[in-house]
């Protein structure tokens, strides 16, 4: 059974940092795209970054410049790095991959990020 098991989450004050972690595990093929999302209640969820095997990035303006989307491909594992985070950031995240030979896309259970004024 395939699992996205993330962590990281927490919370912090603002312009601090916090790294959230996506660990795949019940599967033998590699993660071929990762993302991560966040949602608000009330509120649809965002797409914030992705990356692809490859490297390529994309990212939400909001975060840009603040928020670095890695992975490594040997671990099975993506993160996502938060640097001057803002009251605006407080969300889940919720890390999205999809594998080689699937086009299914698999979620993560979501982790709190909480940041305090």
């Known amino acids: 059974q395939v699992q996205l098991v993330e962590s990281g989450g927490g919370l912090v004050e603002a312009g601090g940092s916090l790294r959230l972690s996506c660990a795949a595990s019940?599967?033998?093929?590699?993660?071929?795209?990762i993302a991560w999302y966040r949602q608000v209640p009330g509120k649809q969820r965002e797409l914030v970054a992705s990356?692809?095997?490859?490297?390529?990035?994309i990212y939400v303006d909001s975060v840009k410049g603040r928020f670095t989307i890695s992975r490594d491909n040997a671990k099975n594992t993506g993160y996502l790095q938060m640097s001057s985070l803002e009251p605006e950031d407080t969300a889940v995240y919720y890390c999205?991959?999809?594998?080689?030979?699937?086009?299914?896309?698999?979620w993560g259970q979501g982790t709190q990020v909480t940041v305090s004024i």
């Open positions: 999205a991959a999809i594998f080689y030979g699937s086009d299914r896309n698999y």
């Open positions: 019940g599967t033998r093929f590699s993660i071929n795209s």
């Open positions: 990356i692809t095997r490859g490297g390529n990035t």
